[in-house]
C-alpha cells in the first residue's frame, strides 16, 4: 500500500506564500501522475495541479498563474508552491498520487494539510 503524507500547510496572511509538499512512502511501486486538490467547507473538492512523471502541469483555473507545481521522481515526492494567496485559498489541500503496483493499479489520497489564509 502506498502512503502520501503532507506537509506545509498553516496560517499565512493574504498575498503570502506557501510551499506544501507530499512524499509517497511503501514498496514496488511507480507513481504517474501526483497531483493537488482542496476542499473548502461546504464545497466540493477541486482540482489545483497536477504534474506527470515528464513534468507535464496543468493548474486549476482558480489558481493559474499564481501557483507551481514540480515533482521529484527519485524521492517520490510532489511540491506545490502557492502564491499571492486570498481568502478563498482557505481549504484542506489534499495530495493525490495514481500509480501501478506489480499487482495493480491505485489512486492513494494523503490526509490533508489545512491551509487557512487571513484578510
Known amino acids: 500500500q502506498v502512503q502520501l503524507v503532507e506537509s506545509g500547510g498553516g496560517l499565512v496572511q493574504t498575498g503570502g506564500s506557501l510551499i506544501l509538499s507530499c512524499a509517497a512512502s511503501?514498496?514496488?511501486?511507480?507513481?504517474?501522475?501526483m497531483g493537488w486538490y482542496r476542499q473548502a467547507p461546504g464545497k466540493q473538492r477541486e482540482l489545483v495541479a497536477v504534474v506527470g512523471v515528464t513534468g507535464s502541469a496543468s493548474y486549476g483555473d482558480p489558481v493559474k498563474g499564481r501557483t507551481t507545481i514540480a515533482r521529484d521522481n527519485y524521492k517520490n515526492t510532489v511540491f506545490l508552491q502557492l502564491n499571492s494567496l486570498k481568502p478563498e485559498d482557505t481549504a484542506v489541500y489534499y495530495c493525490?498520487?495514481?500509480?501501478?503496483?506489480?499487482?495493480?493499479?491505485?489512486?492513494?489520497w494523503g490526509q490533508g494539510t489545512q491551509v487557512t489564509v487571513s484578510s
Open positions: 493525490n498520487a495514481l500509480g501501478e503496483t506489480s499487482e495493480r493499479s491505485f489512486t492513494s
Open positions: 511503501g514498496s514496488d511501486f511507480s507513481l504517474n501522475d
